[in-house]
């Protein structure tokens, strides 16, 4: 089965909102053996609306559609839909029922304007919004089903688990997807592929190999199609395996994951703790490591020393270390992830300090000179980065370098493998 997504909405045109809808879309959609082979967002417009559906039609099986069912003027998908299938609208009186209640158990006046959130699709199956007044509506035309959905994430997520993805799941589904996601780090994606050339050669048609790099790590997404699910899952996994072994050195993980969760487990398996103490990363990087759920369970804290006197302070580094070396050095880092690790009492320490810029360089220290420290049970690492980006950028490269060389440390001292 193939699936078409279209997002509707100025406001994700425009950069403000940014469209999460699409991505969580097609995870459900990819976990359910259905390919998405196109992600469209469009303006709030009729002729925008009406192009996006007609262009759709019959090039995939299913196409859903998010946004623009709201009540106000700016909406008019409802009414661009009606125009496209050849249908009017009409007020449906369950819906109106859920909508009356809706307002009653808020206390809040109904308008008129409300009241046409009832209005649905002559001759489409209502999708009932338990968490909201704007219903889902599926409608079909020629060999393409179309379901349109609230651009509310909550709203649209409990659609699409109660009633849109059982749906799907009963419809007849003659080709099957299988992954492997391999994470690798510490080589470019250019050598990468140069290292891996003869096995992509390998690959038979039905299986993919994509590049997806960031910063710090490159994905390795090896995606195969079959009829046969037992089958085309085998031979994916055969060849991520001869991927495996090939990269054996640089690879991080052998599941779709993110470096941070991936080690917040690790540390949790082996009963490890963590702190950091971030200068020039200004705390980003224990945002990183507690946006994971569970990650209570191995990271402590952090600090944030910014100045030279927190510095001394919090971790204890000495004032004669950052008169001699400065705060953008090896000894000074050093420090500060070894004065982590000893007034917090974890098994492992972090410490950034750099010139993330725009200024404050000087000939011998550039902006975009990192340095980066991890204290581990046994030893203290420490590198320098010369980075040559804005600001942003060089925080970010900044904190995925400090995950991956905790990544390094933890496999020397623990032998740590890849198999979760």
């Not at 417009?45 to 009540?71: H, M, R, W, Y």
Request: with cysteine; proline share 3%.
């Amino acid at each position: 089965m193939k699936a078409q997504i279209i997002t509707i909405g100025d406001e994700i045109l425009i950069g403000q909102i940014i469209d999460t809808n699409s991505a969580w879309i097609a995870t459900q959609l990819q976990n359910n053996n259905i390919s998405v082979i196109q992600i469209l967002s469009i303006s709030d417009k009729e002729e925008a609306i009406f192009n996006a559906l007609s262009n759709s039609q019959d090039q995939a099986d299913v196409v859903l559609i998010t946004g623009g069912l709201g009540p106000t003027k700016d909406d008019i998908t409802k009414q661009t839909a009606a125009k496209y299938f050849d249908t009017f609208l009409q007020r449906d009186e369950k819906v109106l029922q859920h909508v009356t209640q809706f307002f009653e158990a808020r206390g809040k006046e109904m308008l008129e304007i409300n009241r046409q959130q009832a209005d649905v699709l002559k001759g489409c199956t209502i999708l009932f919004n338990q968490y909201g007044t704007a219903p889902g509506m599926l409608i079909k035309k020629g060999a393409t089903t179309y379901i349109f959905m609230p651009g509310v994430p909550f709203e649209m997520k409990h659609l699409m688990n109660t009633q849109v993805l059982p749906i799907l799941c009963k419809q007849d589904n003659t080709t099957y997807l299988a992954q492997e996601n391999i994470i690798v780090g510490g080589i470019g994606e250019s050598y990468l592929a140069e290292k891996i050339a003869d096995l992509e050669s390998e690959l038979p048609a039905h299986i993919k190999l994509a590049y997806l790099p960031t910063l710090a790590f490159v994905r390795l997404r090896l995606s195969g199609t079959g009829s046969h699910k037992d089958d085309i899952t085998k031979e994916t996994k055969e060849f991520g395996s001869k991927l495996i072994d090939r990269l054996a050195d640089h690879v991080i993980a052998n599941h779709d994951t993110s470096i941070e969760k991936f080690l917040i487990q690790k540390f949790i398996r082996h009963q490890l703790t963590l702190t950091t103490a971030e200068s020039c990363t200004g705390g980003s990087l224990a945002a990183m490591i507690t946006a994971v759920p569970g990650c209570s369970a191995m990271y402590v804290g952090g600090t944030v020393p910014y100045s030279n006197k927190l510095k001394q302070q919090l971790l204890d580094v000495k004032e004669e270390t950052l008169s001699q070396y400065g705060a953008v050095s090896e000894q000074t880092v050093i420090e500060m992830a070894q004065g982590a690790k000893h007034k917090f009492e974890t098994n492992y320490a972090v410490a950034t300090s750099g010139i993330a810029g725009p200024t404050g360089g000087t000939p011998e220290k550039p902006v975009g000179t990192v340095w980066i420290a991890i204290a581990g049970e046994k030893e203290t690492i420490a590198r320098k980065f010369q980075f040559q980006n804005d600001r942003t950028i060089n925080i970010e490269r900044t904190r995925q370098l400090a995950l991956f060389m905790l990544w390094q440390l933890l496999v020397k001292e623990h032998q740590i493998g890849i198999d979760l």
